[in-house]
C-alpha cells in the first residue's frame, strides 16, 4: 500500500478526497502525514479526525521549515509527496531530493495561467474553457511534466468563485486519480511528457458529462 505525504496550507478540500478515496479502496494508498505551514489550516483538522499524523512547520525560516518537512516524511517512509493547496514555492533542494516522487495539483490548465488565483487569471482573461492539472513538480512553479488535465467550460455568467466551485469537483477527480496511477506504477516521465501506460479507466464510473478528461483518467 502507497504510503501518501500530504502538504496543504487551507481548507484541505484535496486531502479529504484523496482520504476519501483511500477509505472506499479506490486507490491503493493510505495518507501517512499531512504537513501544512498554516497553523489553522483546517486541513490538519481533517487529518486528526482519520488519526491522520498532522504536523505544522513554522515557514518563517525556509530552510529549517523545509529540512523539518524532509524529516517528517522520511519518517514515516513516505513513497509520494502531494501537494494539495500548498502555498508556497518550494525550493531546488527538496524538488530535486523528491523529484519523481512529488506531484502537485493546479486550477488551471498549465502551461496557462500559472501562480495564485488562477480562477481569477481565467475569468479576467476571458477564456472560453479553464480547468485543472496534475503535474510533477519541479524546480520551477507549475511547471513540470503534467500527468492529467480536465477542462470545463466557462459559462457566460461565471464569477471568479463559480468557475473555481466547479474546477474544485473536477479535482477531487483528478488527484486521487493521478496517485491510483503512481501506485500502479503507470506513469513514466520522459523529459517533458508523462507516459501513461495502459491499464483501467476512471471514465465510466467517475466521471461528469460536461467535463474533458485527459487521456488516461
Known amino acids: 500500500m502507497l504510503k501518501v505525504g500530504v502538504l496543504a496550507s487551507g481548507r484541505g478540500t484535496n486531502l479529504q478526497a484523496i482520504i476519501d478515496a483511500c477509505e472506499k479502496k479506490l486507490i491503493n494508498a493510505r495518507v501517512v502525514a499531512v504537513i501544512s505551514d498554516n497553523e489553522k489550516a483546517y486541513a490538519l483538522e481533517r487529518a486528526k479526525k482519520y488519526g491522520?499524523?498532522?504536523?505544522?512547520?513554522?515557514?518563517?525560516?525556509?530552510?529549517?521549515?523545509?529540512?523539518?518537512?524532509?524529516?517528517?516524511?522520511?519518517?514515516?517512509?513516505?513513497?509520494?509527496?502531494?501537494?494539495?493547496?500548498?502555498?508556497?514555492?518550494l525550493s531546488a533542494w527538496f524538488v530535486n531530493k523528491w523529484y519523481g516522487k512529488l506531484i502537485n495539483i493546479h486550477p488551471a490548465l498549465l502551461p496557462s495561467f500559472k501562480g495564485?488565483?488562477?480562477?481569477?487569471?481565467?475569468?479576467?482573461?476571458?477564456?472560453?474553457?479553464?480547468?485543472?492539472?496534475?503535474?510533477?513538480?519541479?524546480?520551477?512553479?507549475?511547471?513540470?511534466?503534467?500527468?492529467?488535465?480536465?477542462?470545463?467550460?466557462?459559462k457566460e455568467d461565471d464569477t471568479r468563485d463559480s468557475l473555481a466551485e466547479r474546477i474544485l469537483?473536477?479535482?477531487?477527480?483528478?488527484?486521487?486519480?493521478?496517485?491510483?496511477?503512481?501506485?500502479?506504477?503507470?506513469?513514466?516521465?520522459?523529459?517533458?511528457?508523462v507516459r501513461?501506460?495502459?491499464?483501467?479507466?476512471?471514465?465510466?464510473?467517475?466521471?461528469?458529462?460536461?467535463?474533458?478528461?485527459?487521456?488516461?483518467?
Not at 476512471?202 to 474533458?212: G, I, M, R
Open 52 to 89: 491522520i499524523d498532522a504536523y505544522f512547520v513554522d515557514a518563517s525560516d525556509k530552510e529549517k521549515h523545509e529540512r523539518k518537512m524532509d524529516e517528517i516524511l522520511e519518517s514515516h517512509d513516505v513513497e509520494l509527496v502531494v501537494g494539495a493547496g500548498y502555498m508556497r514555492i
Open 116 to 154: 495564485i488565483d488562477a480562477q481569477r487569471q481565467a475569468i479576467e482573461y476571458g477564456v472560453k474553457i479553464a480547468g485543472c492539472t496534475t503535474h510533477f513538480m519541479d524546480e520551477k512553479p507549475d511547471h513540470g511534466p503534467i500527468i492529467l488535465q480536465a477542462a470545463v467550460k466557462v
Open 169 to 193: 469537483r473536477v479535482e477531487h477527480q483528478i488527484l486521487p486519480r493521478s496517485i491510483d496511477l503512481f501506485e500502479q506504477g503507470r506513469l513514466v516521465i520522459e523529459g517533458r511528457r
Open 196 to 217: 501513461i501506460l495502459p491499464g483501467d479507466s476512471w471514465l465510466e464510473k467517475y466521471s461528469y458529462p460536461d467535463v474533458l478528461y485527459s487521456e488516461g483518467y
